[in-house]
């Protein structure tokens, strides 16, 4: 198991993400900034429980993110 953390108050809603991993990620119409799904709010900051297997994709928008906006913790 791993934890895929949003700070999405800093999200410039660039939507590398979303390209990267649509089955995770969508832009909100609402505020234009990325929207991890199924995530919950803690304070500002997103977070969902993701499998071993799932985490080299939400690695991969991590590292796309250009504000660093996403963390993958394991
Ligand atoms: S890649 Fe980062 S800045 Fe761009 S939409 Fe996703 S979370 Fe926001």
């Known amino acids: 198991m791993a934890t895929v953390i949003h700070r999405r108050n800093k999200c410039i809603g660039c939507n590398y993400c979303v ?3 649509p089955e995770f990620w969508r832009m909100s119409r609402k505020d ?3 929207v ?3 995530a919950d709010d803690k304070r ?3 977070v ?5 297997a799932e985490i080299d994709i939400n ?3 991590a590292d796309a993110c ?3 906006v996403i963390d993958v913790r394991e």
């Open 44 to 46: 500002g900051n997103w």
């Open 66 to 68: 250009p504000v660093k």
């Open 32 to 34: 234009g900034k990325a």
């Open 19 to 21: 390209e990267i991993a």
């Open 59 to 61: 690695r991969r928008a």
């Open 48 to 52: 969902l429980k993701i499998s071993d």
């Open 36 to 38: 991890l799904l199924g």
